[in-house]
């Protein structure tokens, strides 16, 4: 959402159609409801504020220390998610070793009759089944996040290069993408 500088009210997406041409604009919306005499910046080419909103984002991106700080964060959030990983694991192995511990114990339980105890057997081995499945994805997760080579100078020539990314990004992306960034935008 854009905001008008002046006014302090948003700014509309909008366009004309002249002839087989179309001109796309972004229009202050106090100017548009109360008249043009109430806003100084009455309406912008929507070119230019995008323009405008790229630029700053390629500016951004050469940040050296903003490039510094998303690589700090983006280290924490690995690591935080290496210690996640190591919790799924121990969780899933705790729940495997007491699944297969009732399955011991439920073997030789004589106080039980012999169908319910086959019911239970089946139903064990079947939540044994998923926790082992469990445990496999989380293994291979873990193979992939040891893996997983960060390296911050790359990561710091990645965010300088802003074209090549906003080149692969769908226009649905892209729309998303100015929208987290934009707040305001004065011209």
């Excluded at 991106?61 to 280290?75: I, N």
């Excluded at 799924?88 to 011991?104: C, P, Q, S, W």
């Excluded at 769908?170 to 004065?186: D, F, I, S």
Aim: glycine residues 6%; charged residues 25%.
């Amino acid at each position: 959402l854009l905001f008008c500088v002046p006014c302090g009210t948003a700014m509309v997406h909008t366009y004309s159609v002249r002839g087989s041409k179309r001109y796309r604009y972004y229009v202050c919306y106090n100017a548009q409801q109360r008249g043009w005499k109430n806003c100084k910046t009455k309406s912008v080419a929507a070119q230019a504020v995008e323009k405008a909103v790229l630029d700053a984002i390629r500016r951004l991106g050469s940040d050296p220390q903003l490039a510094a700080e998303v690589v700090r964060q983006a280290r924490e959030q690995l690591a935080r998610r290496h210690e996640e990983h190591g919790k799924d694991v121990a969780v899933a192995e705790t729940a495997l070793r007491g699944l297969n511990a009732e399955i011991t114990a439920l073997a030789g339980d004589a106080v039980i009759t012999a169908t319910a105890r086959v019911d239970r057997l089946l139903e064990l081995q079947g939540q044994i089944q998923a926790a082992e499945h469990r445990l496999a994805d989380l293994i291979t997760e873990g193979r992939e996040l040891d893996a997983d080579q960060f390296d911050d100078a790359e990561a710091i020539r990645v965010l300088a290069e802003f074209d090549p990314v906003w080149a692969a990004l769908a226009t649905r992306e892209q729309t998303r993408l100015v929208q987290l960034l934009v707040a305001k935008v004065g011209l």
